[in-house]
């Protein structure tokens, strides 16, 4: 299984006590004794110097060794990963290695963790033994309360849609037509929505305009038609610009973005359109991708909904749309937290090494957790986050194992807060396929899955294995998403 990865001295100066300066020594026959070279003289304080040098470097190592021991990360709930590796295997092609990442694979299977009381998250920290009795998965679960779309505040959203003409695909444009019909029959009487349209330049379909002029939305949805290039620039910086002239104050405000990502056009320099979408961010105007097309810039896609304060999704069938736009963002449109960031610390006396699986793009240093300046995620009600970390234990350790802690800010008044969790070795299920929670095990088997179509390896598990254990877990998990699972393990050993 892949591991998961003092005392200090003051200044420098003589040792010789008042009275060694006050009386020089001297010979038997009374002679002073004769002055050490000068180059002898200072001997002793330079080795006192090497000695504190080296007390220095111990310390440090043992500052290094502690902080390695500490794991801190940006909470994420991007599901893209999973949906477009679902895409590439219906398809018969592997995913591009690039493109999968473990954390989104995980967080697409729902949980059972318990639900908060108020706003903020529960923490749930679980674990179980791999097989070999040194190697252990460690579970970190957020959840935060949900919400009852009648109950949310009123939401402006914006849509900027990618007509250009890679979205002359097959089923592509129409895909996201449907889907915005869908959503703007869903939208309460108090919300509020506004179209932008992108190919060569940007164009304002209609401004913001209350649900309750629902033909006008319609009609505008109908223009949609492909046409020119990608300037997705112009298109993100028209609807931002729409969505900040009519930003509420009291109600929740997000851009949405409906595109393949494959800017041609414009500023094609990702940090260019990155820094505006992190301005716009400041304002507190929200980003959510939405992926489509089988040529798909994921990552841009990806990075544009970490810096827009939001998430990345991907569609390829009715299906998949329709619970995005019909069931999530309906009910997740307002937020519980900003800037939410975890932090895992492992007692260095039970723990020898860990590693974090996934969440490569937002991990950050341990000094990084408590600084409210610095970027975190934005979590919407209801979202579940899942961290998993693969872990080697010191033999015959006992005691706590880690402590979870999740930081955030509120959404509205920005007011810091933290809820922790801790998980002792005892408290481990002895094996991880026999004695573990069904929803740990299937964790454990979608985080394989996607290590596996990266790096072709994944703690010793092949996917005929995998392959094993989906099946098993989904009979007794009766999730129709884990029974998916276990096709797409077979489809990949086809395809691979």
């Known amino acids: 299984m892949l591991a998961l990865a003092a005392c200090g001295g003051g200044p420098g100066g003589s040792t010789e006590s008042s009275a060694d300066r006050a009386a020089p020594a001297r010979t038997e026959a009374g002679r002073p004794v004769p002055a050490q070279p000068r180059a002898t003289r200072r001997a002793r304080p330079e080795a006192k110097a090497r000695r504190e040098t080296a007390a220095d470097a111990e310390q440090d190592a043992a500052r290094d060794a502690a902080e390695a021991q500490i794991s801190t990360f940006a909470l994420d709930v991007d599901t893209a990963s999973y949906s477009y590796a679902r895409r590439a295997l219906g398809e018969g092609r592997w995913p591009e290695p690039a493109r999968i990442r473990p954390e989104e694979f995980v967080n697409s299977f729902g949980q059972d963790y318990a639900e908060p009381a108020g706003d903020g998250f529960t923490v749930h920290v679980d674990g179980a033994r791999m097989p070999g009795s040194d190697t252990a998965v460690v579970r970190v679960g957020l959840r935060t309360r949900g919400s009852d779309a009648a109950a949310r505040r009123p939401a402006d959203l914006t849509f900027v849609v990618d007509v250009s003409g890679s979205m002359a695909e097959t089923g592509r444009l129409d895909l996201v037509k449907e889907s915005l019909h869908t959503l703007i029959d869903q939208l309460a009487p108090g919300d509020r929505v506004s179209v932008v349209a992108f190919s060569d330049t940007a164009e304002t379909l209609v401004p913001m305009t209350p649900l309750t002029a629902r033909p006008d939305l319609h009609a505008a949805v109908d223009r949609l038609a492909v046409q020119g290039g990608t300037n997705l620039e112009a298109g993100l910086v028209t609807g931002y610009q729409q969505a900040s002239a009519a930003f509420r104050p009291a109600a929740t405000n997000r851009v949405v973005l409906l595109s393949d990502g494959l800017a041609n056009q414009g500023a094609t320099a990702w940090q260019a359109i990155l820094d505006r979408v992190k301005e716009y961010a400041g304002r507190q105007v929200t980003?959510?991708?939405?992926?489509?097309?089988?040529?798909?810039?994921?990552?841009?896609?990806?990075?544009?909904?970490?810096?827009?304060?939001?998430?990345?999704?991907?569609?390829?069938?009715?299906?998949?749309a329709a619970k995005v736009f019909a069931e999530r963002l309906p009910t997740t449109i307002e937020l519980?937290?900003?800037?939410?960031?975890?932090?895992?610390?492992?007692?260095?006396?039970?723990?020898?090494?860990?590693?974090?699986?996934?969440?490569?793009?937002?991990?950050?240093?341990?000094?990084?957790?408590?600084?409210?300046?610095?970027?975190?995620?934005?979590?919407?009600p209801g979202h579940a986050v899942t961290a998993l970390y693969s872990v080697r234990l010191r033999p015959g350790a006992t005691g706590q194992l880690a402590q979870a802690t999740v930081r955030w800010q509120a959404p509205d008044t920005r007011a810091p807060a933290e809820a922790s969790r801790s998980v002792d070795v005892d408290a481990l299920a002895p094996s991880i396929w026999d004695k573990a929670p069904v929803r740990l095990q299937v964790d454990v088997v979608a985080a394989a899955f996607a290590v596996f179509m990266r790096d072709r390896q994944a703690f010793g598990l092949d996917l005929p294995v995998l392959g094993e254990h989906a099946r098993r877990l989904a009979e007794s998990a009766e999730d129709p998403m884990v029974s998916e699972l276990a096709r797409l393990i077979d489809r990949a050993r086809a395809v691979g």
């Open 287 to 320: 980003l959510l991708t939405v992926g489509v097309g089988r040529d798909y810039g994921d990552e841009l896609m990806e990075q544009l909904a970490d810096n827009g304060d939001g998430a990345a999704v991907y569609v390829s069938t009715r299906e998949e």
């Open 336 to 380: 519980r937290a900003r800037d939410a960031k975890a932090q895992v610390a492992f007692n260095p006396s039970v723990v020898e090494s860990q590693q974090l699986l996934g969440y490569d793009n937002r991990v950050m240093p341990a000094d990084g957790f408590r600084d409210d300046t610095r970027d975190g995620g934005e979590i919407g």
